[in-house]
């Protein structure tokens, strides 16, 4: 009866729309229920797995445009016909992969229909299907616990923003070796790190183009009066709704190439560590972000950013996270901008943890100037990333001085490491003297 009803659907969509509501009232309601859940008769047809033989599905579309759907739909339909038996979601994160490819609204557990609906473990992140198809969770954040486990379907949200990219991606390729046809479908926002340029040149590789323009009858009003007439026609826009993989800013003060050459995976031991503060004046929409971000010193005066908790809440919302991401890398202290606020940033943070040891930085200097002695610690190499930060790189690469709005990211990210590797002061000059005279109290005898 399905394999019927999806014949059917196949034909509907073809029909002229006077023709399809025709054959459509005449449905029962069984066929109805059917057809609902039947996702080649909804869908567009860049939604749609790609014919011929390949390894791996790369479908690079903007905010909005139904990736999840995709993948769910695609993770679904290879279950039901049986290709799929042992399956492994990836996500940038343990939350990504429960909240959006399981319990979200385009996830797996809404698109699948009632009398094929799998059930979900949390605690041991896993979906098992009525067939005996199984599912399990792993999170870009921890790249090892895919090591081992085998597959012969993997489905990868948002690639660009796991913090290991290559480090996850090839632990999950040694396990994607199970059954005759082991396949991967890669949906995400481009950017242009390494992995998604790798990915994208390999023969084996299908690619899926799609923006956000796409579903824009499927969006709130708010979403395209907003985003889309803020970002429309802007770098961030082209590659957050166009679906663009931009080269890098040639006016920008940093550039991809010199975080890429200087990334690293583990954390060594730092004699110091700082949270940068970057507080934004109110939390209404459109106001910036509070920039969070931490970021540690070596004994060879080497800086790391350990970890980007840029957020866009109150300000006792942001004290939580500020003293959080503190506890959590065992910092010695938050720098904190008062331009916007003052006493304020502290009275803030010291309302949440009165003993937070606190240090004050005022903006005496322009963004510019305070960024370029970073930027070129960066050029140096000093300075590492430990694991990615897509949002806070994003910022760093696209930001020119004097243009756009304020980068609060990178405006936390200087104040931490100048406060870690202040600018080197010029040597004063020495005078010079004569033969025979020396030096008393500034005179030489």
Known sequence: MQREIRSLAESIALLPESERTKILSELTDEEIVQLEYDWKFWARQNQLEPDGKWQYWMLLAGRGFGKTRCGAE????????GKAKRVHLVAPTAADARDTMVEGDSGLLAVCPPWNKPVYEPS????TWPNG????????????RLRG??????????????????ETWDMLQFGLRLGDDPRCAITTTPRPIPLVKDILKNPVTAVTKG??????????????DIIISKYEGTRLGRQELNAEILDDNPDALWQRKDIDDNRVSKIPDLIRVVVGVDPAATSKDGSDDTGIVVAGIDKNKHGYILGDYTCHVSPKQWAHEAISSFNKHNADRVIGETNNGGEMVEHTLRTVDSGIPFKAVHASRGKQTRAEPISSYYEQGRIHHVGSFPALEDQMCDWIPGEGKSPDRVDALVWALTELLPPEKPRASVPRFSAGFGVSGGMRI
């Open 133 to 144: 198809a199984v599912a399990m969770l792993f999170s870009a954040e921890e790249p090892n």
């Open 211 to 224: 923006s956000t323009y796409d579903n824009v009858s499927n969006l709130a009003p708010a979403f395209v």
């Open 149 to 166: 486990p085998q597959c012969d379907t993997a489905w990868c949200d948002e690639i660009a923003a796991w913090k290991y990219p290559q």
């Open 124 to 127: 041991k992140r896993r979906l």
């Open 74 to 81: 695609w993770i679904r339909d290879r279950i039901e016909s």
